[in-house]
């Protein structure tokens, strides 16, 4: 297992110095802008994985940190000056903002079932929403406000290594919370919550720490998201984000933490070159549907996703047996 | 006073709409134990069936047969394809039915177009009454009629037929009425059909109540239908309707006199009723 371990990371080695070296042997702008925008996207994905993958519960309000973040950083550098200081003072200040929130969110909410849990997240980012829509003074609106990206960002290589940066410390933060003792309690919590209750474990509590994790992460990828666009407006606390996390996470593979990165990478590239495409033939517009289908698929077919898919292949090519997460495992009717 | 009775036929009358969605959401989550988060799709599809045939027929009847028959259609295809794999798993359940919702909305696009479309009101329904300074749109009060309508049918079959019999003894234990010897998978698609025929039903009455309708309208009020299932207590039909009228009356009064927390209201209700009563107003068990 050691060894399989280690040659797990040596691959993740080499993919991450090769998407350092990218940029530097390409002149491609285009590339570096989408690479870019799926390194921050990945880390959302990643964030929501926490909870869908490896705790076991669909949050419809993963958006709202998202938001807390971007707004955080827009409204940091529009009213005090674009320099590196207060960008990094931003994404901190957003970061303890999504703890808070997640924190008394958390405790509201994950006492609840899956189903009321998922309507009272989805409720309370709604809230969030018309906040961020009604609060004019401080957010614009829908209309939204431009502000001034730190000067060292204007070079989009700077900003490209510093979310491949972000993203890599992401990645071995979750790889490390949930292989920690933590993050066997939540894989325990995702299998069968009332035996881990009763084996003496504060349910809610590791929930709560689980979603507390997940929406600071969220808030950093909102942080990265306002700055690469240098714009900030309502839609970064609509339900499209949640829908988006959610896609990547499912069509990359749930509870594997290199599936959303993968998901986001899919989603993203296909967005680009399908909305490409629809210059030629207008069916191509209409790209989501592929989505959509191709995650009904992955759901009803593919549980665990493109990343699950390769590992069970590898896997079997070794003639191990792959477990199924229970909660995501087909079961029929009672009869 | 005027301005008072024109609030409310306005906020009783989304609310009726609101609760004819509702209603095959409950029925479909008391009976089934699935949560439909396509509901709102199947709405849309209602609604957008409906203008077509009426902009090709110009008979309002045929139109409202069309919706019913899109939801039967869309309802027995929904109950193969993406619920029958997924019984007994909520997370799966919540994640399919999304991305199902997804599908429905873009569809309406590839079918229907991309832009939204005109709903006209039928010649008899257009106008209003005047009773003094009160001016009652007609259309208003053919919604609330026919919602009561058809709150009243349904808990006639639920409680006066055997088929209702057998839904509510479904609703408390399924295993047990599958033991005596009845097809319950078959009930359920039937369930199932009718709550995806109500929906479209509300969608094709929806239609000339808002003028227009878009794609994206199934989300808004597939959410809406949901609030009002939590509000009112999963399984309970006239928890329905009273958290239906509820959200009818809170939102058209609220968009009166507090505009800016109209858009908020739903979402405040549900939040209050979900953190002190999860189980809603009205619980049809435990």
Known sequence: MAKALSL??????????????????????????????????????????????????VSFGHAMFFGIGAYSTGIFLKSFEPTLLYFILSIACGMVLAAIVSFFVGILTLRLKSHYFAMLTLALSGLFLVAAEKWRTLTYGNDGFTFRAPEIFQDRLVFYLVALGCLLASFVFLKRFVSSPMGRVLISLRENESRTASLGF???????????????????????????????????????????????TIIGGVGTLIGPILGAGVIELAQHYLSGLARENPIFERWIILFGILYILAVIFFPRGIAGGIQSLYLKLRGKKVGVHRSLKKRVVKS | MELLINIFVNGLATGMLIFLLAAGLTLIFGLMDVLNFAHGGLFVWGAFAAVWTYTATDSFMLAILGALLTGVVLGFVTEKLIIAPVYGNHVQQILITLGFMLVLTEMIKVVFGPNQLAAGVPSYLAGSFEIGDVILIKYRLFIIVTGFVVFALIQFILKRTKIGLIVRAGVLNKDMVQALGIHIKKVFLYTFIAGAALAAFGGALMAPYSGVVYAEMGLEFGILAFIVVVIGGMGSLPGSLFAAILVGLAGSFMAYYVPDLSLAVNMILMAIVLIFRPQGLFAARG
Do not use: C
């Open chain 1, 8 to 57: 797990h990371n040596g691959v993740y080695l080499i993919i991450a110095l090769a998407l350092i070296i990218f940029p530097f042997v390409t002149e491609s702008r285009t590339w570096t802008i989408l690479l870019t925008q799926i390194f921050i996207f990945a880390i959302l994905a990643m964030s929501y994985d926490l909870l869908l993958g490896y705790t076991g519960i």
């Open chain 1, 202 to 248: 504060k349910t809610l509590h590791y929930k709560v720490i689980a979603s507390v994790a997940a929406g600071v992460i969220a808030s950093l990828a909102g942080s990265l998201y306002a700055i690469s666009l240098r714009f900030v407006n309502t839609s970064v606390m609509t339900m499209d984000i949640t829908l988006d996390a959610l896609l990547m």
